[in-house]
Protein backbone atom coordinates (compact mmCIF):
# COMPACT_ATOMS: atom_id res chain seq x y z
CA UNK A 1 0.00 0.00 0.00
CA UNK A 2 1.29 3.48 -0.73
CA UNK A 3 1.57 6.18 1.59
CA UNK A 4 0.73 9.78 0.09
CA UNK A 5 2.29 12.63 1.90
CA UNK A 6 0.14 15.52 3.03
CA UNK A 7 1.08 18.53 0.52
CA UNK A 8 1.34 20.57 3.50
CA UNK A 9 3.97 18.49 5.26
CA UNK A 10 5.79 18.53 2.24
CA UNK A 11 5.89 22.45 2.27
CA UNK A 12 6.80 22.34 5.63
CA UNK A 13 9.84 19.91 5.43
CA UNK A 14 11.35 21.89 2.44
CA UNK A 15 10.54 25.22 4.68
CA UNK A 16 13.01 24.05 7.08
CA UNK A 17 15.40 22.87 4.49
CA UNK A 18 15.95 26.25 3.06
CA UNK A 19 15.94 27.74 6.48
CA UNK A 20 19.12 25.61 7.17
CA UNK A 21 21.16 25.65 4.16
CA UNK A 22 22.66 29.41 4.85
CA UNK A 23 23.12 28.11 8.33
CA UNK A 24 25.29 25.22 6.78
CA UNK A 25 26.88 27.73 4.31
CA UNK A 26 27.86 29.69 7.55
CA UNK A 27 28.86 26.69 9.43
CA UNK A 28 31.56 25.64 6.06
CA UNK A 29 32.79 29.30 6.53
CA UNK A 30 33.51 29.65 9.94
CA UNK A 31 35.32 26.06 9.41
CA UNK A 32 37.51 27.39 6.81
CA UNK A 33 38.28 30.73 8.14
CA UNK A 34 39.24 28.68 11.48
CA UNK A 35 41.50 26.42 9.75
CA UNK A 36 44.26 29.13 8.56
CA UNK A 37 47.94 28.21 9.42
CA UNK A 38 49.18 29.78 12.52
CA UNK A 39 53.25 29.51 12.92
CA UNK A 40 53.89 28.43 16.66
CA UNK A 41 55.51 30.78 18.16
CA UNK A 42 58.96 29.76 18.91
CA UNK A 43 62.24 30.96 17.53
CA UNK A 44 63.56 30.30 13.67
CA UNK A 45 66.62 28.69 15.36
CA UNK A 46 63.74 26.22 17.34
CA UNK A 47 61.99 25.87 14.66
CA UNK A 48 64.80 24.48 12.87
CA UNK A 49 65.97 22.65 15.17
CA UNK A 50 62.81 20.83 16.09
CA UNK A 51 61.41 20.12 12.08
CA UNK A 52 64.62 19.83 10.25
CA UNK A 53 67.41 18.06 12.27
CA UNK A 54 65.91 14.84 13.58
CA UNK A 55 65.16 13.35 9.63
CA UNK A 56 68.51 14.86 8.82
CA UNK A 57 70.16 13.27 10.53
CA UNK A 58 68.38 9.97 9.94
CA UNK A 59 68.70 10.50 6.54
CA UNK A 60 72.49 11.26 6.61
CA UNK A 61 73.46 7.72 7.06
CA UNK A 62 70.33 6.21 5.78
CA UNK A 63 71.30 7.48 1.92
CA UNK A 64 75.27 6.85 2.81
CA UNK A 65 74.67 3.67 0.77
CA UNK A 66 71.77 1.95 -1.24
CA UNK A 67 69.35 1.03 0.96
CA UNK A 68 69.01 -2.61 2.09
CA UNK A 69 65.94 -3.29 2.19
CA UNK A 70 62.33 -2.43 2.10
CA UNK A 71 62.45 -1.16 5.38
CA UNK A 72 65.39 0.99 4.70
CA UNK A 73 64.07 2.76 1.81
CA UNK A 74 60.42 3.36 3.35
CA UNK A 75 62.54 5.03 5.94
CA UNK A 76 64.47 7.20 3.61
CA UNK A 77 61.54 7.86 1.88
CA UNK A 78 59.42 9.19 5.02
CA UNK A 79 62.74 11.46 6.09
CA UNK A 80 62.77 12.87 2.87
CA UNK A 81 59.02 13.72 3.11
CA UNK A 82 58.82 14.95 6.41
CA UNK A 83 62.14 17.31 5.28
CA UNK A 84 60.17 18.65 2.05
CA UNK A 85 57.20 19.41 4.05
CA UNK A 86 59.33 21.10 6.26
CA UNK A 87 60.25 23.47 3.65
CA UNK A 88 56.47 23.99 2.49
CA UNK A 89 56.32 25.15 6.33
CA UNK A 90 59.09 27.97 5.89
CA UNK A 91 56.81 29.99 3.66
CA UNK A 92 54.35 30.74 6.24
CA UNK A 93 57.63 32.18 8.16
CA UNK A 94 59.44 34.55 6.07
CA UNK A 95 61.60 37.31 7.01
CA UNK A 96 61.43 40.79 7.38
CA UNK A 97 64.03 41.26 4.39
CA UNK A 98 64.73 39.32 1.80
CA UNK A 99 61.83 37.10 1.63
CA UNK A 100 61.59 36.72 -1.63
CA UNK A 101 65.03 34.85 -1.94
CA UNK A 102 63.76 32.98 1.40
CA UNK A 103 61.05 31.70 -0.90
CA UNK A 104 63.42 30.77 -3.66
CA UNK A 105 65.21 28.84 -1.02
CA UNK A 106 62.75 27.21 0.61
CA UNK A 107 60.86 26.27 -2.87
CA UNK A 108 64.18 24.67 -4.37
CA UNK A 109 64.86 22.54 -1.09
CA UNK A 110 61.19 21.65 -1.18
CA UNK A 111 61.07 20.81 -4.83
CA UNK A 112 64.24 18.60 -4.27
CA UNK A 113 63.28 17.02 -1.80
CA UNK A 114 60.04 16.00 -3.62
CA UNK A 115 62.78 14.56 -5.89
CA UNK A 116 64.18 13.17 -2.99
CA UNK A 117 60.88 11.10 -2.20
CA UNK A 118 59.90 10.08 -5.83
CA UNK A 119 63.64 8.18 -6.39
CA UNK A 120 63.11 6.58 -2.64
CA UNK A 121 59.67 5.41 -4.22
CA UNK A 122 61.31 4.06 -7.17
CA UNK A 123 64.05 2.85 -5.09
CA UNK A 124 66.75 4.55 -7.75
CA UNK A 125 69.67 4.91 -5.33
CA UNK A 126 71.21 7.32 -7.72
CA UNK A 127 68.74 9.38 -8.44
CA UNK A 128 67.80 9.88 -4.66
CA UNK A 129 71.65 10.10 -3.75
CA UNK A 130 71.75 13.35 -6.74
CA UNK A 131 68.25 14.92 -4.87
CA UNK A 132 69.81 14.61 -1.55
CA UNK A 133 72.96 16.62 -2.41
CA UNK A 134 70.66 18.65 -4.46
CA UNK A 135 68.24 20.13 -1.32
CA UNK A 136 71.55 20.03 0.90
CA UNK A 137 72.82 22.74 -1.61
CA UNK A 138 69.55 24.56 -1.57
CA UNK A 139 69.06 24.52 2.17
CA UNK A 140 73.07 25.38 2.42
CA UNK A 141 72.85 28.59 0.28
CA UNK A 142 69.54 29.03 2.54
CA UNK A 143 71.81 29.02 5.58
CA UNK A 144 74.79 31.05 3.87
CA UNK A 145 72.22 33.73 3.09
CA UNK A 146 70.11 34.10 6.75
CA UNK A 147 72.43 32.41 9.09
CA UNK A 148 75.80 33.97 7.69
CA UNK A 149 76.96 30.40 6.94
CA UNK A 150 76.03 28.80 10.03
CA UNK A 151 74.62 25.28 9.95
CA UNK A 152 75.93 24.16 7.01
CA UNK A 153 75.14 20.52 6.26
CA UNK A 154 77.38 17.48 5.07
CA UNK A 155 75.82 15.18 2.81
Known sequence: M???????LLLIVCGVCLNLLPQLGT???????????????????????GMFQAPYRRL??????????????????SDAL?????????LTR????????????????????ETLVKAAKKKDFA???AAYEKMLTHCNACHKQFEEGKHILEP
Open 2 to 8: KRIVPAG
Open 27 to 49: AQTAQSESGKIKPVDVSMHDFME
Open 60 to 77: KPAIAAAPADNAAWKMLR
Open 82 to 90: ILAEGCNLL
Open 94 to 113: LPEKNSEDWIKHSEASRDAG
Open 127 to 129: AAR
